[in-house]
């Protein structure tokens, strides 16, 4: 099938019973994505009717995930539309009404067998070796049967007649067309024995009702569109457009599992990503335009996606390519979109990936603005402000005394490095990268150091890492009577260090 050219009609029908993982919400902003490319309608339905599986957080976090990637609906909760409620358990007299009528015009049937008979025959099934399946008894029973198994508290639920013979088939957008044999299948519930209706009858009830024109869903509900193709020949209805979209596998070609690393969306967002870029990563995940470009601005993905260009082999997550392209997002942005990006991870508490509680809110926003130059190249999270920083802020640095010696240096001969660079830290003026770079190459030739012996452990005195930004750039920001508060302390700390070895 050729990618639609008239506005479509698309729904994300999450079930609230688990936070939402990358898998589901790629369904939803593959949904999105062709809704803005039709000008056609993206529709948000809940489907909550498995009320003992039902999650409050998850539902939360279903739309808060939609909210954060940007993907706005224009039906469903919280929107309302013409086809309200959204939220399937608010719709439960349409699934009855529906399964009554099916029962009506011969094509379900109400069925009294208990869990413990059922349970009976599978265990009979499964000692001759059988595949496990319904027998089809409910077809017998009469409504008197039906009515005093009711009265008796027996759990009743509704069933669908499927005929012995013949086959069905669809045309998967992905795959083409695919053929079942209905004699694979058994006479499955349609409405349990809590009146609510399963995911069968009610998503195909509610798709038709909403005028759902595709189908976009996972490829693991191939297997069960035989069972709903059924359904729509009983009800007499036309089935939509099914696209069923590839399943997301880890780097190990493992299905894609909290052993990966994140699955949510959420968790991408307080791991420091971009909703951009995780946009524009997951709509890879299955899609591709057909060259090799990836970085896309959401108009453009909006502009060359195409349900043809969707793989029907699985994709893969490659967590690297999404920091990659995460890095590649930040450093596309201005200062001030960076800084304001990265500030609510930084004024966060200490415990939770912040500055140093002692570190006062709100952070001095002319002082991080002029720091942003340093870091902004390098960073690919925005968890790594803190982290980056942390030592402009910081009130001290405390660097350890073993990771102030550079390479091939002893205590002695960093000390005597530490004592040069204080006395020129002093005196250094102006205190500004330029002139401080000049200053301290000479002062290395003076003491007959190399440059980086000289420059390491000042590196460490004023930033408590081995790895900064470029040192005198770094030593101007912080400042001069910090940077020889600093250098004064890691003397400080060798020295003590030497006395504890000494003992
Ligand atoms: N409620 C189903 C799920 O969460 C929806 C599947 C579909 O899109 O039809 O998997």
């Given at each position: 099938?050729?990618?639609?050219?008239?506005?479509?009609?698309?729904?994300?029908?999450?079930?609230?019973?688990?936070?939402?993982?990358?898998?589901?919400?790629r369904?939803?902003?593959?949904?999105?994505?062709?809704?803005?490319?039709?000008?056609?309608q993206?529709?948000?339905?809940?489907?909550?009717?498995?009320?003992?599986?039902?999650?409050?957080?998850?539902?939360?976090?279903?739309?808060?995930?939609?909210?954060?990637l940007?993907?706005?609906?224009?039906?469903?909760?919280?929107?309302?539309?013409?086809?309200?409620?959204?939220?399937?358990?608010?719709?439960q007299?349409?699934?009855?009404?529906?399964?009554?009528?099916?029962?009506?015009?011969?094509?379900?049937?109400?069925?009294?067998?208990?869990?413990?008979?059922?349970?009976?025959?599978?265990?009979?099934?499964?000692?001759?070796?059988?595949?496990?399946?319904?027998?089809?008894?409910?077809?017998?029973?009469?409504?008197?049967?039906?009515?005093?198994?009711?009265?008796?508290?027996?759990?009743?639920?509704?069933?669908?007649?499927?005929?012995?013979?013949?086959?069905?088939?669809?045309?998967?957008?992905?795959?083409?067309?695919?053929?079942?044999?209905?004699?694979?299948?058994?006479?499955?519930?349609?409405?349990?024995?809590d009146?609510?209706?399963?995911?069968?009858?009610?998503?195909?009830?509610d798709?038709?009702?909403?005028?759902?024109?595709?189908?976009?869903?996972?490829?693991?509900?191939?297997?069960?569109?035989?069972?709903?193709?059924?359904?729509?020949?009983?009800?007499?209805?036309?089935?939509?457009?099914?696209?069923?979209?590839?399943?997301?596998?880890?780097?190990?070609?493992?299905?894609?599992?909290?052993?990966?690393?994140?699955?949510?969306?959420?968790?991408y967002?307080?791991?420091?990503?971009?909703?951009?870029?995780?946009?524009?990563?997951?709509?890879?995940?299955?899609?591709?335009p057909?060259?090799?470009?990836?970085?896309?601005?959401?108009?453009?993905?909006?502009?060359?996606?195409?349900?043809?260009?969707?793989?029907?082999?699985?994709?893969?997550?490659d967590?690297?390519k999404?920091?990659?392209?995460?890095?590649?997002y930040?450093?596309?942005?201005?200062?001030d979109q960076?800084?304001?990006?990265?500030?609510?991870?930084?004024?966060?508490?200490?415990?939770?990936?912040?500055?140093?509680?002692?570190?006062?809110?709100?952070?001095?926003?002319?002082?991080?603005?002029?720091?942003?130059?340093?870091?902004?190249?390098?960073?690919?999270?925005?968890?790594?402000?803190?982290?980056?920083?942390?030592?402009?802020?910081?009130?001290?640095?405390?660097?350890?005394?073993?990771?102030?010696?550079g390479?091939?240096?002893?205590?002695?001969?960093?000390?005597?490095?530490?004592?040069?660079?204080?006395?020129?830290?002093?005196?250094?003026?102006?205190?500004?990268?330029?002139?401080?770079?000049?200053?301290?190459?000479?002062?290395?030739?003076?003491?007959?150091?190399?440059?980086?012996?000289?420059?390491?452990?000042?590196?460490?005195?004023?930033?408590?890492?081995?790895?900064?930004?470029?040192?005198?750039?770094?030593?101007?920001?912080?400042?001069?009577?910090?940077?020889?508060?600093?250098?004064?302390?890691?003397?400080?700390?060798?020295?003590?260090?030497?006395?504890?070895?000494?003992?």
């Amino acid at each position: 099938m050729t990618s639609p050219t008239t506005p479509v009609r698309v729904r994300y029908a999450p079930s609230p019973t688990g936070i939402p993982h990358i898998g589901n919400i790629r369904t939803a902003l593959f949904c999105w994505i062709l809704a803005q490319q039709t000008e056609g309608q993206f529709i948000v339905r809940i489907e909550d009717t498995d009320r003992s599986r039902y999650d409050a957080d998850a539902e939360k976090a279903i739309f808060e995930s939609l909210d954060w990637l940007g993907l706005s609906w224009n039906e469903g909760p919280g929107k309302g539309g013409p086809h309200a409620p959204y939220i399937q358990s608010e719709r439960q007299q349409t699934y009855i009404d529906a399964a009554l009528k099916l029962i009506e015009a011969g094509h379900a049937y109400f069925d009294d067998t208990t869990p413990e008979q059922l349970h009976a025959l599978r265990e009979r099934q499964r000692a001759a070796k059988q595949p496990p399946r319904y027998d089809g008894r409910g077809r017998h029973r009469s409504s008197d049967e039906i009515e005093e198994s009711r009265k008796a508290g027996l759990p009743i639920t509704v069933r669908l007649k499927v005929p012995e013979h013949g086959s069905v088939s669809f045309n998967d957008a992905v795959r083409g067309k695919i053929t079942f044999e209905v004699k694979e299948l058994d006479d499955f519930v349609i409405l349990k024995s809590d009146e609510m209706p399963t995911y069968h009858l009610a998503h195909i009830l509610d798709d038709h009702a909403m005028g759902v024109t595709h189908v976009i869903r996972g490829d693991e509900w191939i297997s069960s569109t035989p069972r709903h193709l059924l359904i729509h020949q009983a009800l007499g209805i036309e089935p939509p457009e099914y696209v069923h979209v590839p399943l997301i596998l880890g780097k190990d070609k493992a299905k894609l599992s909290k052993r990966h690393g994140a699955t949510s969306a959420l968790e991408y967002r307080d791991l420091g990503f971009l909703p951009d870029a995780v946009f524009n990563f997951m709509c890879l995940l299955g899609w591709s335009p057909g060259d090799d470009i990836e970085v896309m601005s959401r108009e453009e993905i909006v502009r060359r996606f195409s349900i043809d260009r969707i793989n029907d082999s699985p994709a893969t997550f490659d967590s690297e390519k999404l920091e990659w392209m995460n890095g590649v997002y930040i450093r596309n942005m201005d200062k001030d979109q960076l800084m304001s990006e990265l500030l609510p991870f930084m004024e966060r508490p200490e415990a939770e990936g912040g500055l140093p509680d002692s570190v006062a809110r709100p952070i001095d926003r002319d002082y991080m603005r002029s720091l942003l130059p340093l870091v902004h190249e390098r960073l690919k999270l925005l968890t790594e402000g803190t982290e980056t920083l942390g030592f402009f802020f910081a009130d001290n640095v405390n660097p350890s005394a073993e990771d102030l010696p550079g390479r091939k240096m002893d205590a002695a001969m960093t000390e005597q490095a530490l004592e040069a660079a204080l006395g020129l830290c002093k005196t250094a003026s102006p205190f500004e990268p330029e002139h401080l770079e000049g200053e301290y190459r000479a002062l290395a030739e003076k003491i007959e150091m190399k440059p980086g012996q000289l420059f390491s452990p000042i590196r460490v005195a004023t930033t408590g890492k081995s790895f900064a930004p470029p040192l005198f750039d770094t030593m101007a920001a912080i400042g001069q009577n910090r940077c020889v508060e600093r250098i004064e302390s890691a003397i400080k700390i060798l020295r003590s260090a030497a006395v504890t070895s000494d003992e």
